[in-house]
């Protein structure tokens, strides 16, 4: 609920709908210090060779991939192919860390597992060098002497 459309008050005998704007970060902080923890998780997914606990509802909720994989009723899934498991950390805290060097393989990535919010992500880095590379171009041929 967006909180501008949170009522204060309503004449009486209206329905008044209140709002907690921290409500949702609070619960998936939550679910990730659980994940974290070991606690409450229904499914392991194995990144090259190493076992991460994780929630079913969370991942399915993140991703397409993990939505029609968790239908299925597997509780065991392989991913050989994860760079990290910052990936999946991803789902959890909507942050993503990275290096700017691996970006193609997070990319390739994201598009098997159909994390599009990872694939924007990609074409803004795109977009940010692309308008570097041309102000800096720009400035170098208008400026013959400068360096950068």
Known sequence: MDPANCALGAAAGLTVQVCFPGARAAVMDNLNRQREEGRLCDLSIQVQGQVFRAHRCVLAAS???????????????????????????????????LVQDDIVNYVTVASFLQMWHIIEINILFKMKKAFYSFIFCSFDVQNKNVNL
Request: hydrophobic share 30%.
């Open 63 to 97: 991703s397409p991939y993990f939505h029609d994989q968790v239908s299925q009723g597997s509780s065991v899934y392989e991913l050989i192919v994860l760079p990290s498991s910052s990936v999946l950390s991803s789902a959890y805290t909507g942050q993503l860390s």
